[in-house]
T-cell receptor
Framework: TQLLEQSPQFLSIQEGENLTVYCNSS?????LQWYRQEPGEGPVLLVT?????EVKKLKRLTFQFGDARKDSSLHITAAQPGDTGLYLC???????????FGKGTKLTVNP | EPEVTQTPSHQVTQMGQEVILRCVPI?????FYWYRQILGQKVEFLVS????????KSEIFDDQFSVERPDGSNFTLKIRSTKLEDSAMYFC????????????FGDGTRLSIL
């Protein structure tokens, strides 16, 4: 079974700061998805990256898929309290419908 | 925006009883999934379902579990002879025409086994 390691596990920053969350594996994924999960709710899809080296931007969020499709990062610029939440990465194994999830990064942005 | 809906939001059941968790996937989606998340742990894949049959399942998905699409809109997960360790959040997800499409999740059913 492929594993996805996310770091850091917890992150507390001040409003306006920048941050990067990492998602790493020793295995190759055919695609990788980032979700955000609020307490008591299901994961909400933010973005899917498919091609090695791909960069996608969603307002102040920038997602990158590693060249070898083994790792990904999420960079948030000028974080706001509304960005507070649990960020999950999930990789799709090649030839499979099974998403493998990381444990998540719990982000707190203080006003 | 279309969404996956799950009922009930919370289910409390005595150990040994059977439970059925219900999901209505997004209407034009063809792949359906169940995942679970034990408190404090990762989201784990249980099973995927396509064209009215299981296409993939994990080692967690043993004979205690079954899935069904009883009509054109519902997708259910049945757990027989529930155990304390079955307590978890159960998430249904769906995706469009092929397995490379992103999976969209419902808000989950919190299952508590007493």
């Amino acid at each position: 079974t492929q594993l996805l390691e996310q770091s850091p596990q917890f992150l507390s920053i001040q409003e306006g700061e920048n941050l990067t969350v990492y998602c790493n594996s020793s295995s190759v994924f055919s695609s990788l998805q980032w979700y955000r999960q609020e307490p008591g709710e299901g994961p909400v899809l933010l973005v899917t990256v498919v091609t090695g080296g791909e960069v996608k931007k969603l307002k102040r969020l920038t997602f990158q898929f590693g060249d070898a499709r083994k790792d990904s990062s999420l960079h948030i610029t000028a974080a706001q309290p509304g960005d507070t939440g649990l960020y999950l990465c999930a990789g799709l194994e090649g030839g499979s419908e099974k998403l493998v999830f990381g444990k998540g990064t719990k982000l707190t942005v203080n006003p | 925006e279309p969404e996956v809906t799950q009922t009930p939001s919370h289910q409390v059941t005595q150990m040994g009883q059977e439970v059925i968790l219900r999901c209505v996937p997004i209407s034009n989606h063809l792949y359906f999934y169940w995942y679970r998340q034990i408190l404090g742990q990762k989201v784990e894949f249980l099973v995927s379902f396509y064209n009215n049959e299981i296409s993939e399942k994990s080692e967690i998905f043993d004979d205690q579990f079954s899935v069904e699409r009883p009509d054109g809109s519902n997708f259910t997960l049945k757990i027989r002879s529930t155990k304390l360790e079955d307590s978890a959040m159960y998430f249904c997800a769906s995706s469009r025409a092929d397995r490379s499409q992103p999976q969209h999740f419902g808000d989950g059913t919190r299952l508590s086994i007493l």
